[in-house]
C-alpha cells in the first residue's frame, strides 16, 4: 500500500560579501551558505478535507488576514500547515465548497472539524483557549 506523505526539505541561503579597502585598493570577498534547513513532512491526507490529523490554514500570499494568522500560530508555537491557493485549483475548489461558492481566506480547518474563516486575533485565543 502506498503512503500519502510528502517529504519538503527547505534550504534558505545567504549571500555575504565583505568589501575592504586597504591602500586605495578594493579587496571584496563574497560567500554563499545554506542555513535554516529543515524538513518537513506532510500527510497528504490533510489536504482538502474537514477532518485532518493535523491544522491546516488554506491562505493567499497578499492577504493581510492570513498574515495575522500566520503570526499568531508562530507566535504561540502551533503546529500547522499552510497550503496557498495560488496556482492550486484543489485547494481553492476545496476553500470554494466550505465557504459556500466564497474564495474567503484564511480559512482554517481544525482536527475537531471546527472552521475559522477570517478569524481576528481574539477569535484565535478564543479557540485555542478552549484546547
Not at 541561503?13 to 535554516?36: D, H, P, Q
Not at 492570513?66 to 495560488?86: D, Q, S, T, W
Request: aromatic share 10%; hydrophobic share 35%.
Amino acid at each position: 500500500m502506498q503512503e500519502n506523505k510528502l517529504k519538503v526539505t527547505v534550504t534558505r541561503f545567504v549571500k555575504v560579501t565583505v568589501t575592504y579597502i586597504f591602500r586605495g585598493k578594493k579587496l571584496s570577498l563574497e560567500t554563499t551558505e545554506a542555513s535554516n534547513q529543515f524538513t518537513e513532512s506532510m500527510d497528504m491526507t490533510d489536504l482538502y478535507t474537514i477532518t485532518p490529523t493535523q491544522i491546516v490554514m488554506y491562505v493567499t500570499e497578499h492577504c493581510a488576514d492570513c498574515m495575522r494568522a500566520k503570526k499568531y500560530f508562530e507566535a504561540n508555537n502551533i503546529p500547522h500547515l499552510r497550503v496557498g491557493l495560488e496556482g492550486n485549483d484543489k485547494a481553492t475548489d476545496f476553500v470554494m465548497q466550505v465557504n459556500n461558492g466564497y474564495r474567503s481566506v484564511p480559512t482554517i480547518v481544525f482536527p475537531d472539524g471546527s472552521i475559522l474563516v477570517e478569524p481576528n486575533w481574539d477569535e484565535l485565543k478564543d479557540k485555542f483557549s478552549d484546547s
